[in-house]
């Protein structure tokens, strides 16, 4: 990276996904819990994997009305929701990502294409290609 333009910090305290993050600006400041799914007790709390699906859903949605200002497409209504699955690799864990995009009056074939455009200039995209599968899907 030439030059960063933004340093978000987070700290996590407790017992890791049983216990809080907060962010350095307290803008952000949430209470964890493990899903029932994963063997905890659910609950009010949230969990990274839903905080991961936020942040890329929210990234990927500015890369794609960034990419349709380029080309002049209007995108009104436009939404993209990110689905974060965890589950057991090897010893470990590892993440998959499916991102569904809707692009309401906006035809098929360029709706793809501002989507392909878009996972290429998304930070989040770029971050997790090569590492995490991410299937994109047009609505």
Do not use: W
């Not at 809080?20 to 994997?49: C, F, I, R, Y």
């Not at 455009?117 to 299937?135: E, L, M």
């Amino acid at each position: 990276m030439v030059q960063t333009l933004y340093v978000a910090k987070a700290t996590s305290t407790g017992s890791g996904r049983d216990g809080h993050v907060q962010s350095s600006d307290d803008v952000l400041a949430h209470d964890l819990s493990v899903p029932k799914e994963m063997g905890g007790a659910g609950g009010a709390g949230t969990n990274p994997e839903q905080l991961f699906a936020a942040g890329y859903a929210a990234c990927f949605h500015s890369a794609l009305q960034l990419v349709a200002r380029r080309e002049k497409v209007r995108v009104r209504g436009s939404s993209v929701t990110a689905e974060v699955g965890i589950g057991p690799v090897g010893e470990g864990f590892g993440l998959a990502v499916t991102l569904v995009v809707d692009l309401p009056d906006v035809e098929q074939e360029t709706a793809r294409k501002l989507v392909d455009a878009a996972h290429q200039v998304c930070p989040y995209s770029n971050a997790t290609r090569g590492n995490i599968d991410v299937d994109l899907r047009v609505a």
